[in-house]
């Protein structure tokens, strides 16, 4: 059991060997490259800053009938995915805060950014599915909110990623410190 008060480097690696593979699994070894090809130059939508609705119907055409199961399947595994990322990123952040920083220290909220990054593309992953669905009759405001969806996530993850980064380089700096 992972104690989420005090998370251990052990717990850390036993996520990220999880996450991991979850997504060589979905990304490198499921359908994710076939799908990118399939798009053509339309994209996959959730790899752009947001889309239109026409940019969407593109993307799903382009896709042909056989792809959009494909896409449907995708993204219900895709869920398994942004919660793991969501998790890895939220434990790592609150490794690396917990030795930064003193208890209670405001920071340490910050941990709970890759949850909003999860949560958004838990979203756009269901918005996406049911879209993927419903072609060619695409409801107009739920295309709009998986865009709304993919910007928060990107947008948020644009900090997240760094922001782990320099926690992870942090908290190096400040074990390697501490044994001189």
Do not use: H
């Not at 798009?39 to 009938?65: K, N, T, V």
């Not at 942004?82 to 434990?91: C, G, H, P, Q």
């Not at 949850?115 to 072609?135: D, P, R």
């Amino acid at each position: 059991m992972i104690d989420l008060r005090q998370i251990s480097a052990k717990s850390l690696i036993l996520i990220l060997v999880l996450w991991l593979g979850t997504a060589v699994l979905l990304f490198q070894l499921g359908p994710y490259a076939e799908l990118r090809a399939a798009a053509g130059d339309a994209g996959l939508p959730e790899e752009a800053a947001g889309y239109s609705l026409p940019e969407l119907e593109a993307s799903l055409e382009a896709l042909g009938e056989d792809g959009r199961e494909t896409y449907r399947g995708f993204q219900g595994l895709d869920l398994i995915n942004a919660v793991l990322t969501a998790v890895f990123f939220s434990l790592c952040l609150r490794f690396c805060f917990q030795r930064l920083f003193s208890p209670g220290n405001p920071a340490q909220w910050l941990a709970l950014l890759p949850a909003v990054v999860g949560a958004a593309e838990v979203v756009e992953n269901l918005a996406l599915l049911s879209l993927a669905g419903s072609f060619p009759t695409l409801p107009e405001s739920l295309a709009n909110l998986a865009s709304l969806a993919t910007r928060i996530k990107l947008g948020v993850s644009a900090v997240v990623l760094p922001g782990t980064l320099v926690a992870l380089l942090a908290t190096a700096l400040k074990a390697i410190a501490r044994r001189r």
